[in-house]
């Protein structure tokens, strides 16, 4: 089992930056894919990004190309996403999740583990 533990969450006012991280426990996190999602009050869990096994894909949502970028630090067992140009539609809370394949993808029925999130807050 993987567990997630995600950090870098905060207070920011819109056009600013913030990178969240997310440490995983189990050494399986080099084989698989990771993803990045948000969920804001009264909506579904979102997905932003995910990155493959060995960082040579990466996969965005629209909603976030070009400002976002996902990473990931196999040595370290890390993963993160540096979120640029903050408006106040991207406040929720941030999930990382770890895939069951080495391929990320978008789909919420493909990652198996999750974190227990960070508030993202970004004010007008």
């Known amino acids: 089992q993987v567990q997630l533990a995600e950090s870098g969450g905060g207070l920011v006012q819109a056009g600013g930056s913030l990178t969240l991280s997310c440490a995983a426990s189990?050494?399986?996190?080099?084989?698989?894919?990771m993803g990045w999602f948000r969920q804001a009050p009264g909506k579904e869990r979102e997905f932003l990004a995910a990155?493959?096994?060995?960082?040579?894909?990466?996969f965005y949502a629209d909603s976030v190309k070009g400002r976002f970028t996902i990473s990931r630090d196999n040595d370290k067992n890390t993963v993160q996403l540096q979120m640029n140009n903050l408006s106040p539609d991207d406040t929720a809370v941030y999930y990382c999740?770890?895939?069951?394949?080495?391929?990320?993808?978008?789909?919420?029925?493909?990652?198996?583990?999750w974190g227990q999130g960070t508030q993202v807050t970004v004010s007008s």
């Open positions: 189990a050494r399986t996190f080099r084989g698989v894919a």
């Open positions: 999740a770890s895939s069951k394949f080495a391929i990320g993808r978008a789909a919420r029925a493909d990652y198996e583990f």
């Open positions: 990155i493959s096994a060995t960082a040579t894909t990466t």
